[in-house]
């Protein structure tokens, strides 16, 4: 039935690009407000996004009140949007968006254009590769991305090494780590940059975490080998640069949204999250189009993402229903301070200021102490005492910054920082 | 995996002709697949031998896809006669092999006052050279041209003709054309030794003996150790010379139109800031002498400075995501010119030293060995009606697979490669045998998630095809 749903001449009332926990969710969420038509757009063979392939616990415990694997969560995320009447489209491929609404898709049938009355851009977040790291050294075979080997791993029963080093020690270094013991892969190492472990590891798990060595204050320097690695060269707390012998290397986490659809389309992106421009509904540049899910920044866990597509689902419906309020004249959100990874959403729609997310979330860059603060044309308008963590989602109530500023820019920074 | 060694096994067999060849070309780089073409055309039996398991996997794996029209190379040089015959060559063959060009021009672009004083000479140069559409251009024209360019810029010369081209596609079809005329290609196959009697040569090669009346050499990197192992002399030396490149995200595509070249210093032609036909815009390469030939690793620093060089003439692509980086090496000599070196005794043709321009010169050096081999008294009929195929439609201007239905499904998402191109590329007698391959012949891999989304699939697909496969199946050790 690859092909009927794009072909269908009723109208389309909200396309959702990308059926991970976020579009999947924000599908289900407009079905049950009563919105008529809404089109799953998958590239995949299969909807359910990245927890397909990430086969283990813990996923669902929002959403289904019970520990599931990734795969288990994906195949159940998919039967409740069938069973609400979602209709899913797989294999097929979001190639281009117009403004108002127009989407060029490719499928196995061909080239269509289709038209929705609202689009929600749910196309999630990927690991940076090699590349965009700028590593140095050989650029050869068995350098992968955690979701890159858990996909062969998971769903395709194949491994591309058997004695990796593990780069990274956010928590999906630990997912890799887990996914390598499932397919015989023993990893000989796992390095982090960092003075300690980015994530805080369940403490279940530390047992078998010790199996590998962590070094920490260990960056990658260059990797080496003639057609396939064969060496991590790192460089340690000490300054000094050794040899790791290995046959692969797992870059994991610096997680970037998958918006090239936005960034080579009409959508403005900000450069800091690297995901698309939106106010505190979603709402993108062009307002026909909303974003969801870990598109909005890097990185939540699945179940975070799948909670924010249900919200999203829910503005939507509204703003066909009855219009969210424009978005003209409104604040703009934006932080220079290297500290901040970034501050989303971007705008602020002044007129309803309660609905919509109802919070800025932030990142850190590194572990900090000192005082967050908003300013407006040159004056403080708001401070709090801050202590966090790269890992650490900072959340800050926009009523409390609307409050405060009526109109501009409001510029987010870290003041007295300590790091 | 023992499935994949038979497979590659059965491949590597001996080589089973016992026939002689009028010609055989050693080394399938570019320079050599369009050799085989043109003496395939010209009614020779050719065979074509490469040490790699894929064609294209030497210096003409990587380079900047600019076809020139030689409006800068050395005047009066064969260098020059051979990329204004392959420029030339290349626009009235493109139409029936289907060969991507983007015809963008190229801006010489002066940054200083010291370079501006040089674009005169640029200019008179390319009109000598018979490039006559050449012509300066002042800072305010450039700027409407190219307006995401640095207002820093002072004047460029304007050579409307340069192009870019799909560096893969091309050559493939060229040696495409020859295997579907008649020519052999044998792959994995190394030459070691050889023997001329007078009349004709035996090579000695890892796949077993091959007898040929002539040979062209065309090793690339390992021009001079073929020469002087299986010819027993090298009248040059290798030394080669690598360029490292950083192709940004497509979002970048627009920034520029033309290719932004630098002035050229005595050293080194520079880092020029260009467009893929893949729809992607590039910086690169670098000129860095070094003594291995296979050694094509990047350099953080360097990929810094090329990234810093290109937001300094680009400002807008400061905070581009980077879709790639790679490296190249040119198979340099201690001089500048091409060495091609006709040896009459010896039914021997060298064809060495093309180090940067080989891409754009291939159709015209093809041209030129073929009548250095006349020059040996050798004489075919040119085929009269030859199979004419079509080169695989990668770039992104021509029709692409996924357009039309009954691909399969798209593999690769971020470069839309489909299932239906990834198996016609592992079939067929230049079937990829590497990643490396595959990614030549179908971009898979090569766009911004660099794998992430298709590693899996890939893995799948190609499973017991390759001979280094990319995965093993878990529980089969």
Same mark, same amino acid.
């Given at each position: 039935m690859i092909d009927r749903a794009l072909d269908s001449p009723l109208p389309i009332d909200v396309a959702i690009i990308g059926g991970g926990p976020a579009g999947l969710a924000a599908a289900v969420e407009l079905k049950s407000r009563g919105v008529k038509r809404v089109l799953v757009l998958e590239?995949?063979?299969?909807?359910?996004?990245?927890?397909?392939?990430?086969?283990?616990?813990?996923?669902? $415990?929002?959403?289904?009140?019970r520990v599931l694997t990734g795969p288990k969560y994906a195949a159940r995320l998919v039967a409740r949007a069938q069973k609400a009447g979602v209709e899913i489209q797989t294999?097929?491929?979001?190639t281009d968006v117009y403004p108002g609404g127009e989407l060029a898709v490719a499928s196995p049938a061909g080239t269509h254009l289709i038209s929705a009355r609202r689009v929600i851009y749910a196309t999630g977040v990927r690991e940076a590769p090699r590349s965009a790291r700028l590593i140095s050294g050989a650029r050869v075979q068995g350098v992968v991305n955690t979701g890159a080997l858990q996909s062969m791993v998971y769903? !395709? +029963?194949?491994?591309?090494?058997s004695r990796p080093v593990i780069v990274g020690s956010e928590l999906v270094a630990f997912s890799a780590l887990m996914t390598c013991r499932h397919a015989g892969i023993r990893p000989v190492a796992m390095i982090e940059?960092?003075?300690?472990?980015t994530a805080r590891w369940p403490s279940s798990l530390l047992p078998r975490l010790r199996q590998v060595q962590l070094h920490t204050a260990t960056r990658l320097v260059a990797i080496k080998g003639a057609?396939?690695?064969e060496a991590a060269v790192v460089s340690g707390p000490d300054g000094q640069e050794r040899e790791i012998a290995c046959d692969g290397v797992i870059l994991t986490g610096e997680f970037t949204p998958e918006a090239a659809l936005a960034r080579c389309g009409h959508l403005d992106v900000d450069?800091?999250?690297?995901?698309p421009v939106v106010d505190?509904?979603?709402?993108?540049?062009?307002?026909?189009y909303f974003a969801t899910g870990n598109l909005l920044r890097p990185v939540e866990t699945a179940g975070r993402s799948w909670a924010e597509g249900r919200k999203t689902g829910e503005w939507v419906a509204r703003d066909l229903a009855?219009?969210?309020?424009?978005?003209?004249?409104s604040l703009r959100i934006t932080t220079r301070d290297p500290l901040l990874k970034y501050a989303m959403?971007?705008?602020?729609? !002044?007129?309803?200021?309660?609905? +919509? $997310?109802g919070e800025i979330q932030m990142r850190v860059t590194a572990r900090v102490s000192g005082n967050l603060v908003a300013r407006s044309e040159n004056a403080t308008v708001w401070r709090q005492a801050l202590n966090s963590r790269p890992e650490r989602r900072i959340e800050v109530a926009i009523a409390d910054i609307v409050s405060r500023v009526s109109e501009g820019t409001v510029e987010f920074s870290i003041e007295e920082a300590a790091t | 995996m023992p499935d994949a060694q038979s497979k590659s096994q059965a491949e590597n067999s001996q080589i089973p002709s016992r026939d002689l060849f009028d010609v055989v070309v050693i080394g399938a780089g570019v320079v050599g697949c369009a050799i085989a073409r043109r003496f395939t055309l010209e009614g020779a039996k050719v065979a074509v031998v490469e040490k790699?398991?894929?064609?294209?996997?030497?210096?003409? !794996?990587?380079?900047?896809a600019i076809l020139h029209?030689?409006?800068?190379?050395? !005047?009066?040089?064969l260098e020059l006669e051979c990329i204004r015959a392959g420029f030339h060559e290349y626009q009235e063959i493109r139409g029936e092999l289907g060969l991507a060009q983007e015809k963008n021009g190229a801006f010489v672009v002066a940054w200083s006052p010291e370079e501006m004083g040089k674009l005169d000479g640029i200019v008179a140069q390319a009109h000598e050279n018979g490039v006559e559409d050449v012509h300066l251009v002042d800072a305010k024209t450039l700027q409407s041209a190219?307006?995401?360019?640095?207002?820093?810029?002072?004047g460029a010369v304007r050579v409307p003709q340069e192009s870019i081209i799909d560096p893969w596609s091309s050559p493939y079809v060229y040696l495409r054309q020859a295997l579907d005329n008649g020519a052999k290609v044998y792959l994995s196959c190394a030459v070691t030794r050889g023997e001329f009697d007078g009349e004709s040569w035996r090579l000695e090669t890892s796949r077993g003996d091959l007898r040929a009346r002539t040979v062209v050499n065309?090793?690339?990197?390992?021009g001079d150790t073929v020469d002087s192992e299986?010819?027993?002399?090298?009248?040059f030396a290798i030394a080669p010379r690598k360029g490292q490149f950083v192709v940004f995200d497509k979002?970048?595509?627009?920034?520029?139109k033309s290719v932004i070249l630098p002035v050229p210093t005595e050293v080194t032609k520079g880092v020029v800031v260009f467009r893929t036909v893949f729809g992607n815009l590039a910086v690169g390469p670098t000129a860095e002498e070094q003594?291995?030939?296979?050694?094509t690793s990047t350099d953080q620093d360097t990929l810094k400075a090329l990234i810093a060089e290109g937001i300094a003439k680009?400002?807008?692509?400061?905070?581009m995501p980077v879709t790639a980086t790679y490296a190249g090496l040119r198979p340099a000599?201690?001089?500048?010119e091409y060495r091609i070196f006709p040896n009459l005794e010896k039914n021997w043709i060298t064809v060495g030293?093309?180090?940067?321009t080989g891409l754009s010169a291939s159709l015209g050096i093809a041209r030129h060995v073929y009548r250095l081999y006349e020059g040996f008294g050798r004489r075919h009929d040119a085929l009269e009606a030859p199979e004419v195929p079509k080169a695989a439609?990668?770039?992104?201007?021509l029709p692409r697979d996924?357009?039309?239905?009954?691909?399969?499904?798209?593999? /690769?998402?971020c470069e839309l490669v489909t299932r239906r191109e990834i198996e016609r590329a592992l079939?067929?007698?230049?079937?990829?045998?590497?990643m490396g391959g595959l990614k030549r012949q179908t971009?898979?891999? $090569?766009?911004? /998630?660099?794998?992430?989304? /298709?590693s899996a699939r890939l893995a799948e697909l190609t499973a017991e095809k390759?001979?280094?496969?990319?995965s093993e199946g878990i529980g089969h050790d």
């Open positions: 590239r995949e063979e299969q909807a359910g996004g990245i927890p397909r392939h990430c086969n283990h616990p813990p996923f669902g $415990m929002r959403e289904f009140r294999l097929t491929t979001v769903l !395709k +029963g194949r491994r591309p090494f940059a960092g003075p300690s472990a057609r396939s690695v450069p800091a999250t690297c995901g505190q509904w979603g709402r993108c540049s062009d307002p026909v009855d219009g969210l309020p424009q978005p003209a004249g959403p971007q705008r602020i729609c !002044k007129s309803q200021p309660a609905g +919509g $997310m | 790699a398991t894929d064609i294209l996997d030497g210096a003409s !794996k990587a380079n900047s029209t030689g409006f800068d190379a050395p !005047k009066g040089s190219e307006p995401n360019l640095s207002t820093q810029a002072l065309c090793a690339g990197l390992y299986v010819l027993g002399d090298a009248q979002a970048a595509h627009d920034l520029v003594d291995s030939r296979t050694d680009v400002p807008a692509l400061a905070g000599t201690d001089r500048k030293g093309i180090r940067s439609a990668l770039a992104h201007l996924w357009m039309s239905a009954g691909h399969g499904e798209i593999v /690769c998402h079939s067929g007698p230049l079937a990829a045998r590497s971009r898979a891999t $090569m766009g911004r /998630c660099q794998g992430f989304y /298709c390759f001979e280094q496969p990319v």
